[in-house]
């Protein structure tokens, strides 16, 4: 494999949203877009329109998939913030040998807790794979009760299953579309997604306190119910959960006695060798 550089375009004025991760010819992020995205305001119910976005302090819950991705971030690309109610995001980004580095600092509260994810949607077809370490934990959420076979206990937020079939779901496989939708969360801070000859790593580094993990959306046609369609969410994330409310003891980063806690996201692509 040989390393491919890797070039983003950032909306500042729509949440700070990636709408572009492009190397060596190939377009990573899938896009769909969607004109109510141009009128949320905080509070607004997701509008899914692609790309990659910043999902913070919660992705499922309330604020609908957080409070940053529906409030006009300030800056450049390269360095930009967004103030929301309780905290607020700072994000640099860089090169740094081909890959790129995205470096957060969010400002709150000394105790304050969160979820963050980088939502990414990513354009894959249908033999598309994803690598996470054999044996990882998963937590599979309720969306997957029609697939393992037995009914969903009352009230779990998630169940437990090791990588890659947690529960017997081979969630290893990224396609092809079958109807179905599944969330899941692996505790692991890197995977791999491989797609024909490309590849695809995504990375999370966050301070040894703070738990990471990588979250899974695999939406092969099964939602929404009243028009489904694909969407492939690979989603590095601080915490265990997609619901900051359903956050046990260990299950969200939390902000230390300095008022900010930082991390990085990393993003490189691979190409199989013609050689």
């Known amino acids: 494999m040989k390393p491919i550089p890797l070039a983003a375009r ?3 004025a729509r949440g700070g949203r990636w709408t572009s991760l492009s190397g060596g010819g190939r377009e990573w992020l899938w896009s769909r877009p969607d004109p109510a995205r141009t ?5 607004s119910g997701f509008v899914d329109a692609g790309g990659l976005e910043e999902c913070v302090p919660t992705v499922r819950g309330l604020p609908d998939h957080g409070d940053a991705w529906s409030r006009p ?3 450049s690309p390269a360095a930009a913030v967004v103030t929301c109610d309780d905290f607020e995001l700072a994000r640099e980004v860089g090169e740094e040998g081909g890959a790129l580095v995205a470096a957060y600092r ?3 509260d000394p105790g304050y807790r969160f979820v963050w994810a980088a939502h990414a949607l990513l354009h894959l077809g249908a033999e598309a794979r994803l690598e996470a370490p054999a ?18 206990p009352d009230g779990a937020p998630f169940l437990e299953g090791v990588w890659p079939t947690p ?39 966050a301070p040894p306190e703070v738990p990471v993990s990588t979250a899974l959306w695999r939406n092969l046609g099964g939602f929404p119910a009243h028009a489904p369609y694909r969407s492939l969410g690979v989603e590095p994330m601080l915490g265990a959960v997609f619901d ?19 991390w990085r996201l990393v993003l490189a692509a691979e190409r199989m060798d013609d050689d």
């Open 39 to 43: 009128g949320v305001v905080p509070g």
């Open 73 to 75: 971030w300030s800056g």
């Open 244 to 262: 900051l409310a359903d956050a046990g003891p260990g299950d969200a980063a939390a902000v230390p006695a300095s008022g900010e806690l930082t």
């Open 106 to 108: 969010l400002s709150a």
């Open 135 to 152: 044996g990882a934990a998963v937590r599979v959420f309720p969306e997957a009760a029609p697939l393992i076979g037995r009914p969903w």
């Open 10 to 12: 950032l909306d500042l």
């Open 167 to 205: 529960l017997g779901l081979p969630l290893d496989r990224l396609g092809p579309d079958d109807g179905t939708a599944v969330g899941a969360v692996i505790r692991c801070p890197a995977v791999r997604v491989v797609d024909g000859a490309d590849a695809l790593v995504l990375r999370v580094e």
